[in-house]
C-alpha cells in the first residue's frame, strides 16, 4: 500500500514535470521558415509579429490559417498545466494530477495529431512523444491510486 501511494505521487511529479517541459517547449522555435523562426505561443499572442509565419503557414497548408485553428490546444495544455501544478503540490498522492494528465496528454495528441500546420514544425516527434509521456504518466499514476484505495479497502 506505502508503495503504491510512493508511485502516485512519482507519476504525479513526473506528469506535472513533463506538462511543464511541453508548455516550456511551445515557447521556443518551432516552425521553420525563410527569415526566420516561430514558437506556437509566440505565434497565438503575438502575430502581428509572425506575418512572414503566416504567410508560411498558407503556403506550406494550401489554405488561410484560422488563428482559431492555431490557438485551442496550446491554450488548455498551458490551462491545464497551472491546474495540474495546482493539485500537485494541493493534493500531492492524489488523483487529481493523474487524471489532468491523462486529460492533457489526450489534448495533446489529438491537436498536434489533427491538426495540418503543427506536422509543419521542426520538432514535430518531440511534442508528441511528449504527449504520449504525460498520457502514459497519467494512466500510470490513475491506475496506482485506484490499487491503492482498493488495497485500503481490503485491509481496513
Not at 499572442?45 to 503556403?59: G, I, R
Not at 495540474?84 to 491537436?111: E, H, K, N, Q
Request: hydrophobic fraction near 50%; charge should be neutral.
Amino acid at each position: 500500500m506505502i508503495m503504491k501511494k510512493k508511485l502516485v505521487k512519482w507519476m504525479n511529479v513526473l506528469s506535472i514535470a513533463a506538462m511543464l517541459i511541453l508548455v516550456i517547449c511551445q515557447f521556443t522555435p518551432y516552425w521553420q521558415y525563410e527569415g526566420g523562426s516561430g514558437s506556437i505561443n509566440g505565434y497565438i499572442w503575438f502575430p502581428s509579429h509572425h506575418t512572414q509565419l503566416a504567410s508560411y503557414l498558407e503556403e506550406s497548408v494550401g489554405t488561410a490559417v484560422e488563428m482559431n485553428d492555431v490557438i485551442g490546444m496550446p491554450i488548455l495544455i498551458l490551462v491545464l498545466a497551472v491546474i495540474g501544478l495546482i493539485c500537485c503540490f494541493r493534493y500531492f498522492d492524489g488523483p487529481a494530477t493523474a487524471i489532468i494528465a491523462v486529460i492533457a496528454g489526450i489534448v495533446g495528441l489529438w491537436g498536434y495529431l489533427s491538426g495540418s500546420i503543427y506536422s509543419l514544425g521542426s520538432p514535430y516527434g518531440l511534442h508528441i512523444a511528449l504527449c504520449a509521456i504525460i498520457l502514459i504518466l497519467g494512466l500510470v499514476g490513475t491506475a496506482a491510486y485506484v490499487i491503492s484505495q482498493k488495497q485500503e479497502t481490503v485491509y481496513a
